[in-house]
Every structure is written in structure tokens, then in C-alpha cells.
């Protein structure tokens, strides 16, 4: 890409327990270049994941405060708890030429659209239903009434599908994560 062009903001979203995170991982061992937004939540932290890599874990005072200072491009309420994208780190990673990547529900998707009308939105979905209610059932580290939460908020997420600009079907964490690529003009 020429150094005077600024990339496009890309957004995958999709329902919860759909691989985005999986995808998104085997996406950076190849091609590391591309900056995945670290998004701060109120949620407590799983286990093996560390404050600032996989999330920057706040207080819901914290939160409260990067909301209303307008420093998130966009926050959401999931599963009783919030997320949000950090703003200036993206601006910057943006302007600065890299490839920005942000990994985030279809709230804080609709919400980029609104502020960003040029950021692409790509939606990922799973092969079936049953395999996505297969793959939330065994991930064993959620509670019935958050599986059933997640189950309920995953028909309305794959509802939205239409809104994005492109879907892909991962029915393969290569295929999708080599597709991911070639729309981010990475490859």
C-alpha cells in the first residue's frame, strides 16, 4: 500500500464462541504486522489471560470514565459486563499505515459503522447452528444462565448479518484467517 494512503479499519464480529478470537490469532502468527486493538472490559479476567495483551481489565468507575472523556470509538454491554476500543490507539496505528484489526461484537460493530463509515465490517459465521451452541456448550468455563445468554444474543447477532460487508464461513481457521487477509489487502 502506498505510504500516503491510510489503510481501512477492519472489524470482525460475530457471535459469540464462532472462532473469532481462534482466527484472529492464527491470523497474527502469520502476518504480525497486522495490529489487533486491545479492548478494556469490566469482565474479569480468564484464566492465562494478562491485563494490557488480552484485554485491559478496568473497574467499572474506569469504564465510566473512558465513556464519557469519549476516549472508546465504541463500547458495549455483553453478559453483564462492557468492552470498549481504546480510540486514540487506533487513530493512531491507522494513520501511522498498518493494517488495524478490531475483534468486537456486532454493537460495538454498528457503532464503528456509525463514527467510521469507511471501516470495513466482516462478519463471521459458523458453519451450523449446531456447531456454534457445540462449540459455547464446550468451552466448560461459562456458567448454564451464561451459555443461555450467549445462545439467545447469538440468534439476534447472526439476524445482523446483512449489515456487514462481507461474511465468511469458518469451516477453517486457515481458509478464513488466509481470506481475513486477502480483504485487508495484507497478502
Known amino acids: 500500500m502506498p505510504p500516503d494512503v491510510r489503510p481501512r479499519l477492519t472489524v470482525l464480529s460475530g457471535p459469540s ?3 473469532k478470537s481462534t482466527v484472529v490469532a492464527h491470523m497474527r502468527k502469520e502476518h504480525p504486522e497486522v495490529w489487533l486493538s486491545v479492548s478494556a472490559t469490566t469482565r474479569k479476567p480468564r484464566p492465562g489471560e494478562q491485563h494490557g495483551v488480552h484485554y485491559f481489565f478496568v473497574t467499572d468507575d474506569e469504564m465510566d470514565k473512558l465513556i ?15 468492552y470498549g476500543t481504546p480510540r486514540a ?12 484489526l478490531l475483534e468486537i461484537d456486532l454493537q460495538g460493530a454498528r457503532q464503528v459503522r456509525a463514527s467510521m463509515p469507511e471501516a470495513q465490517l466482516v462478519f ?10 457445540r462449540r459455547l456448550t464446550g468451552r466448560g468455563t461459562e456458567a448454564p444462565e451464561v451459555i443461555e445468554r450467549r445462545l439467545g444474543a447469538a440468534k439476534v447477532e447472526l ?8 461474511t465468511l464461513v469458518n469451516t477453517s481457521v486457515e481458509d478464513v484467517a488466509r481470506e481475513l487477509l486477502a480483504l485487508m489487502d495484507v497478502v
Open 17 to 19: 464462541g464462532v472462532g
Open 68 to 82: 464519557a472523556n469519549g476516549e472508546l470509538l465504541e463500547w458495549a454491554e455483553f453478559a453483564g459486563n462492557r
Open 89 to 100: 490507539a487506533v487513530l493512531e496505528r491507522l494513520d501511522a499505515g498498518e493494517p488495524v
Open 124 to 133: 463471521l459465521a459458523p458453519p451450523t447452528w449446531e456447531e456454534l451452541v
Open 159 to 166: 439476524a445482523a448479518e446483512p449489515e456487514f460487508d462481507n
